[in-house]
């Protein structure tokens, strides 16, 4: 079983940035892909960035392309999900996410994810 708890969200005007954490336990998630997803109030949930489990470059919704970076530190067990030029459209609970399958070609289904973290809010205003 993986715990993950993320930290970093808060309140930011638009233009400004975030880092957002996910600190695993209870397993290494050195063999895992992970992703970010984020769920805005009325809205389904939606993929943000994906990083494969050997790390290397992400993999973005086209709405973050360019403005978010994820990364990740096998050593510590955890992700990371630096936000710049942030937007009020950004605004959303953003939830990290564990994928043991790490089907790379499913990454931006949330299905495919077996472990979340509870969320940390974010909230970009204008």
């Known amino acids: 079983q993986v715990q993950l708890v993320e930290s970093g969200g808060g309140l930011v005007q638009a233009g400004g940035s975030l880092r957002l954490s996910c600190a695993a336990s209870?397993?290494?998630?050195?063999?895992?892909?992970m992703g970010w997803f984020r769920q805005a109030p009325g809205k389904e949930r939606e993929f943000v960035a994906a990083?494969?489990?050997?790390?290397?470059?992400?993999y973005y919704a086209d709405s973050v392309e360019g403005r978010f970076t994820i990364s990740r530190d096998n050593a510590k067990n955890t992700v990371y999900l630096q936000m710049n030029s942030l937007k009020p459209e950004d605004t959303a609970v953003y939830y990290c996410?564990?994928?043991?399958?790490?089907?790379?070609?499913?990454?931006?289904?949330?299905?495919?994810?077996?472990?979340w973290g509870q969320g940390t809010q974010v909230t970009v205003s204008s």
């Open positions: 990083v494969r489990w050997s790390g290397g470059n992400g």
């Open positions: 209870g397993r290494t998630i050195s063999t895992y892909d």
């Open positions: 996410a564990a994928n043991i399958a790490s089907r790379w070609a499913l990454v931006r289904e949330d299905y495919e994810y077996d472990y």
